[in-house]
């Protein structure tokens, strides 16, 4: 619940929810890495809860084609995909799987069965 609460009520208006949740601690002031951390967590709690399979949550996470598109670009990549491999970080481990080469796994039949 804290790490939902920590993305939700980043601006003093959440204030009254923050306490409601987390009762009398001071909120975080969270940079946009550790941001995104806790957004990954909450990604990777969802698509467990939905009971997804690491390719499952993939095939999710690529038919999104904004996502990330506010984020830098590493050298060769076409769009950023800081989001995506954040949350299939997160999930390999939740699960405490080895996480798999990126780019090849995005072909299914690279993923661990599940």
């Not at 949740?21 to 940079?31: F, G, K, M, Q």
């Not at 590493?74 to 949350?87: N, W």
């Amino acid at each position: 619940m804290r790490v939902a609460a920590e993305v939700v009520c980043r601006s003093d208006e959440f204030d009254p929810l923050w306490e409601e949740i987390i009762d009398i601690e001071s909120r975080p002031r969270l940079d946009e890495w550790a941001l995104g951390e806790r957004r990954a967590r909450l990604d990777a709690q969802v698509a467990l809860a939905y009971e997804l399979s690491l390719p499952q949550l993939a095939a999710v996470l690529c038919t999104f084609p904004n996502l990330d598109t506010i984020q830098p670009r590493l050298p060769g990549e076409p769009k950023s995909f800081v989001t995506r491999d954040l949350a299939l970080l997160a999930y390999c481990q939740e699960l405490r799987l080895d996480p798999p080469d990126i780019v090849p796994a995005l072909r299914p039949k690279h993923f661990p069965d599940q």
